[in-house]
């Protein structure tokens, strides 16, 4: 039987599986900003542990405190099922009522009996105080089109001005371009840091004086003052307003002889910075020459305002139509732009030919009628005449026997050249005679002359009488009074009028609005019919003009006053023009995330005593495809007196294959006229469009791509040496882990001799069960011996090796393996199970008490500093998983999930903070010993259960197999109910899916993802 129960117990020892130790994890310790060991001096701190007990498959909230500096604990709020096997998510809230400063709180983890298995403190910086920007320099402060390079600072203070040693962080630092309203030009991110600085080149957007500003803002949303700078930008490169080809005598060349000629070409460029040296002009076409190629000019005239003239003299000009010449400069900013110039010019040998005579106007029978202040013009079919050598004998009109045109201008394929007639001659009818004088820009001589008939007429309209005013008013009768919506009419008697305009645009109307003027009882009235279309109250001028049928005119205005109606249903005092940005959305990471739309709505009024009160959004009467390309609108800036609201709009995320979204809302307008107020608010219909493009700067998938290959060089360097490792040490966990289920078993055993020792003392068994009690009791001894005999016990073949696994030089002082009656009184592990680490052997008491949950394989720094090479292992791990976990967010959760790709860097990043950081404060000895006294006796009156059971550890023995009595019995009893929770906590290990499993976490998850 003996030899049986040794193999037996070998066997168990190299097949059963294990588990793995105390795991205590802060999640989560932040105020309602979620800013890592920072808070708001009143705020609502959030604590998560992520908690486990190998031994204790159900974890209550009881068993996670928080203990404040001043030593007051209070319990978690809830603990649930977290994340992996045997795992609880163990939450709480705290209020914080402070004045700011940093404090510790330790988080304890403890068993169903209240000792302390695990702690970790955290410290908590309560952040009162803003930002500041203390350096915004920018170089150089003039610019173009290259970029200014910032030279920027912020800081961050927690509760000291100036003191940047604590603080929730710089988080970013926005810059705003004339205004500290509306969407940040840019940002530059921050993070934890408490001091933000650095240099940046940055193109301002807006041109001209431009305020650039800086405010900072830290990770709890508290903002600096603005700190500001003034930039003088020049974005704009020359203009090349105007190009002419002259000749000597400044005659515009439109024709060429078929040898050419030689003429000077002229460019206006308007530019006030001109750099002088970079204006060149390909004059080689119109020379039919490259040597005409990058010609600088031969004079470059004096500035005028802002422009000036280059020329280039004596070109030879053989180029006929079509014909063109490059022009280019630069200003001294570096703007610079280039434009071609077309031109018209024919060779031409013939003379001019006269086509005519005209001046828009004709007399009842046909005949040309002209006016005192109309002109007159003769039509050509000519390649130039542009020197207007073009005569007429006038002198039956009296204004001479031989008049040269005022000017001759082309006109399609003709030239009409006019003259303007300044005479008293009487009205009828002359003869006007074309000479022979007449000739082209190339001294092409008139054929044949020639004679044209007109009848003269110089006296103008006359305005008897009028106006005569009539209102149609629309919806109330305000007698003569005009209001928005009314039908004005103005009626005119005039004689001799056969044309008649009107400008309306002072109340909405055309600036060109032809009346109608008819017999009337004799009279010739000319009437006009306007809707007021804007809202008063403001006063009209009209313009009105009347024509004849020569073009003689006369001319008057009807001024009048509009008046407001504050109860309009639908007012009309604004115009609307509409600016978004950006102007083109990258439709390659539109699939990734919603992107965000600004969209400035400019309000225009022709009314001075209009102001706004308000504008308001209709969010459902806005058309387009909204339903499944935006997935919300709202208006911003929209606050008293805002002629400047912001539509901000938020896409869907998706795909945009189409070129551009339409999208129309109506904007309701509250206005205020001087001392009055509209009581209808005015609907402007807003008309916008976003476009979509390629970005110049890559995808974002690519971007994501070189992220994920980074990563993947960084997990594959470290799984070269450490994933064999890691392997082989858990292995080693589990083995020991074995070891500790074993010594379960045999106190399982040891408490059944107990119970059949009681058994022994009812009658009704009487000596029945002494012989299978001594049988069992003597079993038991020999299995100990046998697993625990320091020279042949299987257990000294494993504890060494375990002591080395977990950093400990030998067996824990104190007791046996059946010690600690009060931990088996509360039915669960006691502080020296193999839940805090893989201990070496049955636990022997407890030394000084709260020393032994020091572990320091928790620690990094704890165990290079012991040389714990196990523990240096497994600390290293724990940043290979953090590398695994970042490249599996970005391969499976940024590229098939559509998260933002800064959620994969902001865990990261705070893993990797938690991991170098946290576990330092989570070894501090005197806190544990502290704290382990504390909370004995904090759960002693927490939970008067645990108390009951520590008074029974201190009065019941320790060996079963002797006593005997009513003492005996009662410790027998609770003995018996803590080993078998102990036994089933084993057997439901046991149980667990993937207990035989090693590797398992991100890095598995990992590997299965490639």
Not at 17 to 36: C, K, M, R, Y
Not at 233 to 249: C, E, M, N, Y
Not at 662 to 675: A, D, E, Y
Request: negative net charge.
């Amino acid at each position: 039987m003996k030899r049986f129960l040794a193999v037996f117990m070998a066997v168990l020892v190299l097949t059963l599986p294990v588990v793995f130790a105390q795991t205590l994890s802060i999640q989560q310790f932040s105020g309602q900003d979620n800013v890592p060991n920072v808070a708001r001096p009143t705020d609502t701190l959030t604590i998560k542990a992520l908690v486990n007990i190998p031994t204790d498959p159900e974890i209550t909230n009881d068993q996670v405190r928080l203990i404040t500096s001043e030593g007051v604990t209070y319990l978690f709020e809830s603990c649930a099922p977290g994340t992996g096997t045997g795992f609880f998510l163990c939450t709480m809230t705290y209020d914080l009522i402070g004045e700011g400063g940093s404090d510790e709180y330790s988080i304890g983890l403890y068993d169903d009996s209240g000792v302390e298995l695990k702690s970790v403190i955290e410290t908590l910086t309560n952040d009162f105080i803003n930002p500041a920007v203390v350096t915004l320099v920018a170089d150089p402060m003039t610019l173009g089109a290259s970029p200014t390079t910032l030279t920027y600072e912020a800081q961050d203070y927690a509760f000291s001005p100036g003191d940047t040693g604590s603080c929730a962080g710089v988080g970013s630092i926005k810059l705003y371009e004339n205004g500290l309203t509306g969407t940040p030009t840019a940002t530059i991110p921050g993070g934890a840091a408490c001091t933000l600085s650095g240099q940046t080149d940055y193109l301002p957007k807006a041109s001209g004086n431009v305020s650039l500003c800086a405010i900072a803002t830290d990770r709890l949303g508290k903002t600096s003052p603005s700190k500001c700078t003034t930039l003088t930008v020049d974005r704009g490169a020359p203009q090349f307003t105007q190009s002419k080809i002259l000749t000597s005598d400044g005659t515009q060349v439109y024709a060429i002889p078929p040898q050419g000629i030689t003429a000077d070409v002229f460019v206006t460029i308007n530019e006030g910075s001109l750099a002088v040296n970079s204006v060149r002009a390909d004059l080689g076409s119109l020379a039919d020459n490259s040597a005409f190629n990058e010609l600088a000019p031969t004079e470059l005239g004096e500035l005028h305002g802002s422009s000036r003239v280059a020329v280039w003299r004596n070109i030879p000009i053989k180029k006929v139509s079509p014909c063109s010449f490059a022009v280019r400069a630069s200003d001294v900013l570096g703007n610079s732009d280039s434009h071609t110039f077309t031109c018209s010019i024919v060779s031409d040998t013939s003379p001019p030919e006269p086509l005519g005579i005209t001046t828009g106007y004709t007399s009842a029978d046909g005949t040309v009628l002209l006016g005192s202040q109309a002109n007159l013009f003769v039509r050509f079919r000519e390649a130039g005449m542009a020197r207007a050598n073009a005569f007429l004998d006038a002198s039956s009109l009296g204004a001479g026997a031989s008049v040269k045109a005022d000017s001759c201008e082309k006109v399609g394929d003709e030239w009409h050249c006019s003259w303007k007639f300044g005479t008293s001659a009487p009205e009828k009818r002359y003869t006007i005679t074309l000479l022979a004088s007449t000739r082209d820009d190339l001294d092409n001589p008139l054929a044949n002359t020639a004679q044209y008939q007109i009848d003269y007429d110089s006296t103008p309209p006359v305005i008897v009488s009028g106006p005569e005013i009539d209102v149609v008013h629309a919806t109330a009768e305000y007698g003569d009074q005009v209001v928005k919506g009314d039908l004005l009419q103005l009626s005119y008697v005039v004689t001799g009028a056969s044309t008649v305009v009107a400008d309306f645009s002072a109340v909405g109307g055309g600036n060109k609005t032809e009346g109608v003027c008819g017999d009337i009882d004799g009279q010739n009235v000319c009437t006009f019919q306007q809707e007021i279309i804007l809202s008063g109250s403001y006063h009209a001028n009209v313009p009105i003009k009347f024509l004849d049928n020569a073009g003689n005119l006369a001319q008057t205005a009807y001024e009048f006053d509009v008046f407001g109606v504050l109860s309009e249903p639908n007012p009309n005092y604004w115009t609307s023009a509409v600016e978004c940005a950006p102007e083109t959305v990258d439709r390659t990471s539109t699939a990734l995330v919603s992107h965000q739309v600004y969209c400035r709505i400019k309000l225009s009024s022709q009314n001075p005593s209009a102001s706004v009160v308000a504008t308001a959004l209709s969010v459902d009467e806005c058309q387009g495809e909204l339903e499944s390309s935006v997935v919300d609108l709202t208006l911003i800036n929209n606050g008293f007196g805002s002629k400047d609201p912001y539509l901000r709009m938020l896409l869907a995320t998706r795909e945009f294959p189409e070129a551009k979204l339409n999208i129309s809302c109506p904007v309701l307008i509250l206005t205020k006229l001087g001392q009055n107020f509209t009581q209808n608010a005015e609907r402007e219909m807003v008309d916008m469009t976003v476009r979509f493009g390629e970005s110049p700067l890559g995808t974002l998938a690519g971007n994501v791509d070189d992220k994920i290959e980074k990563a993947e060089k960084d997990v594959d360097s470290l799984n070269k040496w450490l994933k064999t490792a890691v392997t082989v040490l858990a292995w080693g966990d589990k083995l020991c882990q074995i070891r500790m289920i074993i010594w379960d078993v045999v106190g399982a055993l040891t408490a059944i001799v107990g119970v059949l020792g009681v058994a022994e003392l009812i009658p009704i068994f009487g000596n029945a069960v002494t012989p299978g009690k001594e049988a069992l009791c003597q079993s038991t001894d020999q299995l100990t011996k046998v697993l625990g005999d320091d020279v042949a016990g299987i257990d000294n073949v494993l504890k060494d090796f375990c002591s080395f696994l977990n950093c400990k030089g030998g067996d824990i002082v104190g007791g046996d393996i059946l010690g600690d009656i009060g931990r088996y009184a509360g039915g669960g592990k006691g502080v020296n199970t193999p839940g805090e680490g893989i201990e070496t052997a049955p636990q022997q008491g407890t030394g000084i008490s709260g020393l032994e949950s020091i572990n320091v394989q928790d620690s990094l720094v704890w165990s290079a500093l012991t040389l714990c090479l196990p523990g240096v292992i497994k600390n290293v791990d724990k940043y290979r998983q953090i590398q695994c976990r970042y490249a599996v967010c970005l391969k499976r959760d940024v590229k098939e999930g559509g998260i933002p790709l800064s959620v994969c860097d902001d865990e990261k990043s705070y893993l990797t903070c938690v991991l170098i950081w946290a576990q330092i404060f989570a070894a501090i000895p005197f806190m544990n010993i502290i704290n382990y006294y504390l909370n004995i006796v904090q759960e002693w009156f927490a939970n008067p259960a645990a108390a009951v059971a520590a008074l029974v550890g201190l009065l019941c023995g320790q060996n079963f197999c002797t006593t005997t009595g009513p003492a005996y019995t009662v410790c027998a009893a609770f003995k018996l109910a803590s080993l078998i929770g102990n036994v089933i906590n084993d057997y439901n290990a046991i149980k667990k899916p993937g207990f035989f499993s090693v590797g398992q976490g991100p890095c598995q998850e990992y590997e299965e993802l490639d």
